[in-house]
């Protein structure tokens, strides 16, 4: 597989870059060995996607790339490869963070069948985690937005303390729902991509929650418990 512009990993540089990589969040891998034909001819197609996508979704990222693609010989790696559950050649993976997203097998087929697939395998993978990212930004909108109006809760009503965590109470019981159908309704469908739990997500908004509370209530409440209208 020499003949791939796009590196070769193996079994000492794969986790550090594919699975425990900081800087860049998306990896597509190609998994095949160097002495089948078929890998070889489909590697120089697989090698023109991988420039392709690497070149446009770079382009502004220089010193962390938002998707790299390598490619893995099973023939000098075959514990790498039935690790990450590589069953079949040619075969391809796309990960996400350090996770599986999606996998591809060539199955049976022609080259032009097998190269029509990959490309649609690699576009529909990219486009998932763009989803996942217009998702995320979202919720950070949501996020920002309902910082800013628990803080005014607060300010307005700091003058009585009891009101404020009534106010507070009602409004934090709605924050959850709130966020829950941000999520859904820019849900991703891609299997991989979106597999948190209702109770982790829960957990999660009420840990925000509770730092948000912890930046915004007067200081002076804490001290000042005594002087509490009912």
């Keep these: 597989m020499s003949h791939v512009s796009t590196p070769q990993l193996n079994r000492f540089t794969f986790q550090g870059n594919v699975l425990n990589n900081s800087l860049t969040e998306q990896w597509v891998v190609y998994y095949c060995v160097g002495w089948m034909g078929m890998c070889s001819e489909l590697g120089r197609h697989y090698n023109l996607l991988a420039q392709r996508h690497e070149g446009v979704l770079n382009a502004e990222k220089l010193l962390s790339p938002a998707i790299r693609f390598a490619t893995v010989d099973c023939a000098e790696d075959k514990v790498l490869c039935n690790s990450q559950g590589v069953d079949d050649y040619p075969y391809a993976v796309h990960y996400f963070r ?133």
């Design 98 to 230: 350090g996770k599986v997203t999606s996998r591809w097998a060539s199955g049976n087929g022609n080259m032009e069948s097998f190269v029509k697939s990959l490309r649609n395998f690699v576009e529909k993978s990219v486009k998932n985690v763009a989803k996942l990212y217009a998702k995320e930004a979202e919720e950070a909108k949501i996020s920002a937005g309902v910082k800013l109006l628990m803080c005014w809760l607060l300010s307005f009503y700091s003058g009585n303390f009891l009101r404020a965590l009534v106010a507070l109470s009602m409004f934090v019981s709605g924050l959850g729902l709130l966020l829950r159908m941000a999520r859904h309704a820019a849900g991703v469908t891609s299997s991989g991509l979106d597999k948190k739990t209702t109770s982790t997500e829960s957990q999660n908004d009420e840990d925000e929650v509770g730092d948000l509370l912890t930046k915004c209530i007067p200081k002076e409440w804490a001290t000042d418990r005594n002087s509490i209208e009912l």
